[in-house]
């Protein structure tokens, strides 16, 4: 168990459709990362969050959007829903103590878009 | 753009057998890092590698660096069914502060009896 809590673990919904992604970093890390893993893309970067601000966007689409809150738990917004954002999503975080790099992550959340 | 690239993708391997997987990348960087992906599960960390010439171990596998020929490795001694999972290599690409790490296709290994 890596620390890092995502909800819901399973999603279904159809095409048009917005659900949000919940996501809990490690006890005591600011740093927030989200990715996409599917299987003609693999593992690509999202967006990261750093106490509360942006740090930096990867390949997020325009109709996917997060925030991190001040309690430091982080949501993912996905509007507009595709056959094709169906993936699993994983949530990242890293510490700032003794900082290495290293990214923990959380369970996923798989989306299915019917 | 960093491109990190593994090969094989794929790996049959008997049990009590060695084998390698590479991992090649584009740009300078000497933050490096494994991890293994169970099918529908979570990554789990097993290396991270943070120098040049940097090597780890962990039971039956062994992973390296080298920064000057942006390549890492990952061997696998005496190869037994419990192995059988995806590994990434991912590379930290330093350019900003925070790490935002590129992974690389993943190496499904499958270790048979």
């Known amino acids: 168990d890596s620390g890092v809590t995502q909800t819901p673990k399973h999603l279904i919904t159809a095409t048009g459709q917005r659900v949000t992604l919940r996501c809990s970093p490690r006890s005591g890390d600011l740093s927030v990362y989200w990715y996409q893993q599917s299987l003609d893309q693999g593992l690509q970067f999202l967006i990261q969050y750093y106490n509360g601000e942006e740090r930096a966007k990867g390949n997020i689409l325009e109709r996917f959007s997060a925030q991190q809150f001040p309690d430091l738990h982080s949501e993912l917004n996905l509007s507009s829903l595709e056959l094709g954002d169906s993936a699993l999503y994983f949530c990242?975080?890293?510490?700032?103590?003794?900082?290495?790099?290293?990214?923990?992550f959380g369970e996923g959340s798989r989306l299915t878009v019917l | 753009e960093l491109k990190v690239e593994q090969n094989p993708l794929f790996l049959s391997m008997q049990e009590g057998k060695n084998y390698t997987i590479y991992c090649n990348y584009s740009t300078t960087s000497d933050r490096l890092y494994w991890y293994r992906q169970d099918p529908g599960k979570s990554l789990e960390s097993l290396f991270v590698l943070l120098s040049n010439g940097a090597v780890k171990q962990e039971g039956r596998l062994m992973a390296s660096l080298d920064t000057k020929a942006r390549l890492s490795t990952l061997h696998i001694t005496a190869a037994v069914h419990d192995l059988s999972a995806t590994y990434f290599c991912?590379?930290?690409?330093?350019?900003?502060?925070?790490?935002?790490?590129?992974f690389g296709e993943g190496t499904q290994l499958t270790v048979n009896p």
């Open positions: 991912a590379v930290d690409p330093q350019e900003t502060s925070g790490s935002r790490l590129t």
């Open positions: 990242a975080s890293s510490t700032q103590l003794g900082y290495t790099g290293e990214l923990f």
